[in-house]
């Protein structure tokens, strides 16, 4: 098993390196984004308009948190399916998603889309929230507030374990 | 005739809402560490070691197990000599879901209507499944439904000669398909017979359970539910999907009577987080 500590946002270099498998350990920034995010930013795209934020290079996480307790800075933290955001996701890393971290497998137009835009997934150990609550280090919603815990988060992670589930030449750790 | 109030149920609401969130039934917990004692693969067991330390942060510093604490799920047994008062059991019920979710600092995760999906913001309403039985008694159950697991989670019409292979098919299928959505390694609540709806709310049910609960189940169901989870395991998703021969924790069975020209088939599929908890009031 190999280990690998990277930063967030990746470069090409780093996203290169990585195969399917490998056990990483994340450090630096990364944004919250899941179901209901997904879609405003797809529709938003869709009409040609701005996004609220500017996702050029950026490490996308699929969680929704529970609410933090006084004096933490987020609560439970896991991932979740990555499936449902496929529909989405091809247009959101030709924008300038680079790297995605979430639960499960994605479809051949993920893939293939991932592939094109040189792009790396990532997988959290699903059930895992409380734990990897722990290697966040901040947390401030950016962008739709009014979603709840479906909001646009962006969080400092410091080694933030997760595992190259597809590379950027598509190779796949759940075939 | 004996008296409940709802104040008392909405008490007890909430306190079940915080424990499930928070603790794993022991039976769980300990099924989770035999699994990783025995683990071979090195990401599989280093998935469960991360499990396991999860737990056990959950409970010291209280933050929830898994940040989808789920849509409530209650079985309630009420005694057909208990007279509730002062309110109605529904809206007890949700009042105690509401609280728990928000001083409990739980996710909510209910949207109000399917398509428009906006968020209730208390994770009510509930889903209750209320039976009368004889006496005095009031017993609720909750368990709190990740969508992880239950949205990989089916029913299959079977035909009455499909079998006893038929069904154990259909189940690891259903579990393959799961696969690292479900979180593994994976609970699965499996029911027999009855009709359409039936067989689902038995599945669901027989999340439950516990081990020597199903002593009381018929013998071919103790085998059948052994032999899923020995064959689950062999297929190599592993814990979190990533490889490795723990896939499957345990595996309960309900059945029931049906009829002369049906076999249904429910498998509800959970996550290693089977959170559930119980009171008697
Ligand atoms: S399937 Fe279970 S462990 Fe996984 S995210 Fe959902 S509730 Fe949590």
Do not use: W
């Amino acid at each position: 098993m190999k280990t690998l500590n990277i930063n967030s946002p990746l470069t090409d270099e780093q996203i290169e390196e990585l195969s399917c498998g490998d056990y990483v350990l994340i450090t630096g920034t990364i944004y919250s984004a899941r179901d209901a995010a997904h879609k405003r930013m797809y529709e938003a795209l869709e009409k040609g308009e701005e996004l609220p934020f500017d996702i050029k290079g950026i490490t996308v996480y699929y969680m929704g948190p529970t609410p933090p307790r006084p004096g933490n800075v987020i609560g439970s933290a896991g991932p979740t399916t990555s499936g449902r955001m496929d529909k989405y996701t091809p247009l959101l890393l030709s924008r300038g998603i680079k790297a995605m971290i979430g639960k499960g497998k994605r479809s051949e137009k993920v893939t293939e889309a991932m592939i094109e835009n040189h792009c790396v997934y990532m997988a959290a150990v699903g059930g895992a929230g409380a734990l990897l609550s722990k290697s966040i280090t901040s947390s401030e919603v950016i962008a739709y507030d009014d979603l709840g815990t479906e909001a646009v988060r962006r969080m400092e992670v410091k080694d933030f374990p997760a595992v190259v589930a597809i590379d950027c030449r598509g190779n796949c750790i759940y075939k | 005739m004996r008296e409940i109030t709802c104040k008392k149920i909405t008490a007890a609401v909430k306190e079940l809402c915080i424990e499930a969130a928070y603790y794993l039934p022991e039976d769980m917990k300990e099924s989770l560490r035999r699994m990783e004692e025995n683990e071979e693969h090195a990401l599989g067991k280093k998935v469960l070691g991360d499990l396991l330390k999860n737990l056990e942060i959950a409970e010291k510093d209280m933050i929830p197990i898994c940040q989808d604490t789920g849509m409530a799920v209650f079985f309630i047994e009420l005694g057909q000599d208990v007279h509730i008062t002062g309110g109605d059991l529904e809206e007890a019920v949700n009042r105690g879901v509401a609280e728990g979710y928000n001083e409990g600092y739980l996710r909510k995760s209910v949207v109000k209507d399917p398509l428009e999906r906006e968020n209730t913001k208390d994770n009510t309403p509930a889903i209750i499944h209320l039976k009368m039985v004889p006496g005095e008694g009031f017993k609720i159950t909750l368990a709190p439904k990740g969508f992880g697991s239950e949205n990989m989670s089916r029913v299959i019409m079977l035909k009455p000669a499909d079998g006893y292979e038929g069904i154990k098919k259909a189940v690891v299928d259903t579990i393959i398909s799961a696969g690292a959505n479900a979180c593994p390694p994976m609970f699965v609540g499996v029911g027999i017979g009855g009709d359409f709806e039936l067989c689902a709310l038995m599945a669901k049910h027989a999340l439950t359970l516990e081990e020597q609960d199903m002593e009381h189940a018929p013998e071919y169901a103790r085998r059948l539910a052994e032999e899923i989870k020995e064959e689950a395991n062999r297929s190599g998703i592993g814990p979190a999907g990533l490889g490795g021969g723990s896939t499957v924790t345990g595996v309960r069975i309900e059945t029931y009577p049906t009829h002369i020209a049906g076999l249904p088939v429910g498998v509800n599929i959970c996550c290693h987080a089977n959170r559930h908890a119980s009171k008697e009031i």
